[in-house]
């Protein structure tokens, strides 16, 4: 799913390879849209912040790191290892001072792959899992699940009989009332947002009028929802769903592609859009409107895929030898 499915290649066919949304299951009940706005990015000018930068990468793979969500308390989600044959997924997450010995492996039982894609304060984190890790990434099914303090981990997956072959299921975010966010593909390969309530294993659909697929990557504890849709040209925008059921669109204007990964309490939306052949990070508020965000050492190779409340970012970027590195900016 997210952004720029070559560059954001995941071990197998993670979401931040695939792009698609939308179409109701039967039985599920949809969120309810209001009025549609498009975010105006002409309209405010973004004053500049400056952030302090910091690689992190797990030392069982310094080649290849993703970090997917931060918390309140700066506990980070993420993964290492591309997944491609021989080189697996393995999700961890980790808590500061972030010294290696601050790592902590969490991987679905009896997976061979997983990644931890995100976390709320109270100790439950999601993320999807493969059982393979075959020579082409496309081969490997994958599913959602959630786990509670790095244990107790249970399978989630969209009731539908309309699954893509192998299927594709993955949850991406959990806010701190336990709802989380992920989607579906199809058998024609477009995906479905969705919702999960982990206490009571209600599913509800997550939709954009007129999308022809829908990624809902993140929650917070208002009931926002942000994520990025496909339109019927084929076209990839941003879009956040306020608490009233408001429905903004973000397109960065001049780019190509823009995609939402990461939401906070705030209203602060984060995610990368394309210019060209370069991808940039960008947070994005009502009040200041984008603003770009690149790793100095990745500048056109930065995806920012998570906020918390204090401000704090993190993604990854592709460094001057081709190496994947996970990445922390504290503004």
Request: net charge positive.
């Amino acid at each position: 799913m997210k952004l720029l499915p070559q560059s954001r290649a995941r071990c197998f066919r993670s979401y931040a390879g695939v792009l698609a949304v939308g179409v109701l299951a039967s039985g599920v009940a949809a969120v309810t849209l209001g009025s549609a706005a498009w975010a105006s990015p002409a309209a405010h000018h973004a004053a500049a912040v400056s952030y302090h930068f910091r690689t992190l990468n797990s030392s069982n793979d310094e080649t290849f790191n993703q970090l997917l969500g931060i918390n309140s308390h700066g506990r980070i989600a993420g993964y290492f290892g591309s997944g491609a044959q021989g080189h697996k997924n393995k999700g961890y997450t980790i808590v500061p001072p972030y010294k290696q010995r601050n790592y902590r492996t969490e991987n679905f039982p009896g997976s061979a792959q997983t990644q931890v894609t995100g976390l709320n304060d109270t100790g439950i984190t999601v993320g999807f899992y493969s059982r393979t890790n075959k020579a082409n990434p496309a081969a490997n099914a994958n599913f959602g699940f959630y786990a509670i303090h790095g244990a107790h981990f249970r399978a989630v997956n969209f009731p539908t009989t309309n699954n893509s072959s192998p299927p594709v299921n993955q949850l991406l975010g959990v806010n701190d009332h336990g709802i989380a966010v992920g989607f579906y593909t199809d058998s024609a390969g477009n995906a479905h947002g969705y919702k999960y309530a982990i206490g009571t294993g209600h599913f509800s659909t997550v939709t954009v009028p007129g999308a022809t697929s829908v990624t809902a990557a993140a929650i917070n504890n208002k009931g926002g929802v942000a994520g990025f849709f496909t339109d019927s040209h084929g076209t990839v925008r941003a879009f956040l769903i306020r608490p009233s059921g408001t429905l903004i669109i973000l397109a960065r204007a001049g780019a190509g592609m823009t995609q939402a990964f990461g939401l906070n309490d705030n209203g602060e939306v984060v995610g990368a859009y394309t210019a060209g052949t370069a991808s940039h990070g960008f947070t994005w508020t009502i009040q200041h409107g984008f603003r770009t965000v690149d790793d100095p050492k990745g500048i056109g190779t930065t995806l920012i895929n998570g906020v918390n409340d204090a401000g704090d970012l993190v993604g990854f970027y592709t460094d001057g030898k081709g190496n994947t590195d996970g990445m922390l900016a504290t503004p």
